[in-house]
Nanobody, 122 residues
């Protein structure tokens, strides 16, 4: 099973930018659908950005126009470019991959790593 390690979080002022990285422990050939998630304190983990084979992307309304998901040519590192950050973006961010769009839903994953903390100050 491919494991992922997220990095790049930190403390930033509102309006600032961060770029998160997600490094896979092995080949993601069999799990070509990538997703970024976040968990805001007191709320359930939510899927906020997805990258499908062929480069199609999809975003939650809360981040649309501000966040961009991508991955490197080898396909083993994914990125989340976050611009115009807002205090409500404060959360722990995670990434996962799956063999289909449907299996990117958070409830399909039994375990999660520590993620990377993003804190946006006002």
């Amino acid at each position: 099973q491919v494991q992922f390690v997220e990095s790049g979080g930190g403390l930033v002022q509102a309006g600032g930018s961060l770029r998160l990285s997600c490094a896979a422990s092995g080949s993601t050939f069999r799990v070509p659908f990538m997703g970024w998630y976040r968990q805001i304190p007191g709320k359930q983990r939510e899927l906020i950005a997805t990258l499908y084979p062929g480069g199609i992307t999809n975003y939650a309304n809360s981040v649309k126009g501000r966040f961009a998901i991508s991955k490197d040519n080898a396909g083993n590192t994914a990125f989340l470019q976050m611009d115009n950050l807002k205090p409500e973006d404060t959360a722990v961010y995670y990434c996962k991959a799956a063999p289909s769009r449907q299996l990117l839903s958070p409830e399909n994953f039994r375990s999660w790593g520590p993620g990377t903390q993003v804190t946006v100050s006002s």
